[in-house]
Every structure is written in structure tokens, then in C-alpha cells.
């Protein structure tokens, strides 16, 4: 991607500047008073398409027919109503949405909103029977707003993922979660942690690999 938004704010000092990737899209330069902040985008745009390359691509949910969840496709059906709603038909493979306005924020709110218990339960079951199955201790497990992490654990035990997750295959589903187990044991990235999560997920690397590629491009929210 060649393009993106600039949004220029004027700093208190007047030389300086900071650059912040707001999204995928969107950057915003905060500049002193005596900086060429166009001169400073043109330097600095190398550095800047590689980290907006790295961010979420949001997509556009209005435009959306489908939507994986764990490598099933479900039909997206998106209506204009007097309440906001999200039903799933898991026999059916169809999800239908509906919500009192229909712009794409607003739709991507509500889902953030409404899938997380559907989300939960999933994230909840699947890291329960690999925790059993690799016998490991684990904590309370949680949902957490994390735009570009998938997980995260903490000494105690307890796991935190990103609802997100649920949008991608099932084997790289249960290699955040394994990821995330492997933490429980090992609290660092060290070769001993890669080691035993390649013992249990025996793709690991491939895995990985996939999951820093491809894993936000499914993002929605
Ligand atoms: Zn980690």
C-alpha cells in the first residue's frame, strides 16, 4: 500500500516531532513549530509503509457475505432494525446481524461486542481439553481487548486471548492456545519454550510462521 491519511498536529515545542501508526491506514504526526511536517512524512516513508504493513487491515463488513470461524465458512447477513442483534445458526453455518444503524463501525462495535460470549465459550472449551490432554495447570481464562496480540498469560496461570482467534483455522487456533499453555511452564521465549510447544503442536513452526503473516489479515474489529 502506497497511501495513507496523515493527521498533522501542532506540538508545544518547535522543533521535534513524533510519528504514531494509528492503524493500518492512519498515521498522525505531532510537529514542533519550525518542522516541514511533509518534509519529515517524505523521509520517514519507508519507515512508515513498513509498520502500517504490519497493522490489521480493517475490512469493510458491509461488503462481507462471509465470515471463517475455526475454518467453517459462515454466511454473514446483515439487516437494518429497531434493536441491535447477533444470532448464530451453527447447523446452518449463517450468522445474522442486526443493528439499529447501518454504517461498518457500528456493525464491527456491535460483533466486538456480542460475539465475545459465543467467542469465550470456545476460546474456554478448546483450552480446557488441551490443557488436560498436556496436562498443565491453568487459571481463569478471559477475553481481553488486544488489537495485535493474540494471548497473553500471567505468572498465576490465568490466560487472556483475543476473541479474534476464533477466526482462524482450527490448527492455528490451538497453536495460540498452546503458545499460551506453554507460557504456564515457561515464562519467556527462550529454546526451551519453543521446544516444548514444538512437542505439542507438531507443526509449531509452520504454525508460527502463518500466524505472524496472515493471522490480523482475518481480523474484523
Ligand atoms: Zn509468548
Given at each position: 500500500?502506497?497511501?495513507?491519511?496523515?493527521e498533522?498536529?501542532?506540538?508545544?515545542?518547535?522543533?521535534?516531532?513524533?510519528?504514531?501508526?494509528?492503524?493500518?491506514?492512519n498515521?498522525?504526526?505531532?510537529?514542533?513549530?519550525?518542522?516541514?511536517?511533509?518534509?519529515?512524512?517524505?523521509?520517514?516513508?519507508?519507515?512508515?509503509?513498513?509498520?502500517?504493513?504490519?497493522?490489521?487491515v480493517?475490512?469493510?463488513?458491509?461488503?462481507?457475505?462471509?465470515?471463517?470461524?475455526?475454518?467453517?465458512?459462515?454466511?454473514?447477513?446483515?439487516?437494518?432494525?429497531?434493536?441491535d442483534?447477533?444470532?448464530?445458526?451453527?447447523?446452518?453455518?449463517?450468522?445474522?446481524?442486526?443493528?439499529?444503524?447501518?454504517?461498518?463501525?457500528?456493525?464491527?462495535?456491535?460483533?466486538?461486542?456480542?460475539?465475545?460470549?459465543?467467542?469465550?465459550?470456545?476460546?474456554?472449551?478448546?483450552?480446557?481439553?488441551?490443557?488436560?490432554?498436556?496436562?498443565?495447570?491453568?487459571?481463569?481464562?478471559?477475553?481481553?481487548?488486544?488489537k495485535?496480540?493474540?494471548?497473553?498469560?500471567?505468572?498465576?496461570?490465568?490466560?487472556?486471548?483475543?476473541?479474534?482467534?476464533?477466526?482462524?483455522?482450527?490448527?492455528?487456533?490451538?497453536?495460540?492456545?498452546?503458545?499460551?499453555?506453554?507460557?504456564?511452564?515457561?515464562?519467556?521465549?527462550?529454546?526451551?519454550?519453543?521446544?516444548?510447544?514444538?512437542?505439542?503442536?507438531?507443526?509449531?513452526?509452520?504454525?508460527?510462521?502463518?500466524?505472524?503473516?496472515?493471522?490480523t489479515?482475518?481480523?474484523?474489529?
Open positions: 500500500m502506497e497511501k495513507f491519511n496523515v498533522v498536529k501542532k506540538g508545544k515545542s518547535l522543533l521535534g516531532y513524533k510519528l504514531q501508526i494509528v492503524d493500518f491506514e498515521v498522525i504526526i505531532t510537529v514542533g513549530r519550525f518542522e516541514n511536517w511533509q518534509k519529515i512524512i517524505e523521509d520517514k516513508k519507508e519507515w512508515i509503509l513498513h509498520h502500517l504493513a504490519k497493522m490489521p480493517k475490512k469493510n463488513l458491509l461488503n462481507q457475505k462471509k465470515i471463517n470461524i475455526l475454518g467453517e465458512e459462515y454466511g454473514l447477513n446483515i439487516s437494518e432494525g429497531k434493536n442483534s447477533l444470532i448464530f445458526f451453527d447447523d446452518k453455518k449463517e450468522i445474522f446481524i442486526r443493528v439499529k444503524t447501518m454504517t461498518d463501525n457500528y456493525i464491527k462495535k456491535m460483533i466486538d461486542k456480542r460475539i465475545r460470549p459465543k467467542a469465550l465459550k470456545i476460546i474456554r472449551d478448546k483450552t480446557k481439553e488441551l490443557s488436560n490432554k498436556f496436562n498443565i495447570k491453568i487459571g481463569d481464562v478471559k477475553i481481553k481487548n488486544q495485535t496480540r493474540f494471548g497473553s498469560c500471567a505468572t498465576n496461570g490465568n490466560l487472556n486471548f483475543n476473541w479474534q482467534i476464533i477466526m482462524f483455522p482450527m490448527d492455528k487456533f490451538e497453536h495460540v492456545i498452546l503458545h499460551e499453555l506453554t507460557h504456564i511452564l515457561e515464562h519467556n521465549h527462550s529454546h526451551r519454550f519453543w521446544g516444548k510447544l514444538a512437542e505439542m503442536d507438531k507443526k509449531s513452526y509452520l504454525n508460527n510462521q502463518w500466524l505472524k503473516k496472515e493471522a489479515k482475518l481480523f474484523i474489529v
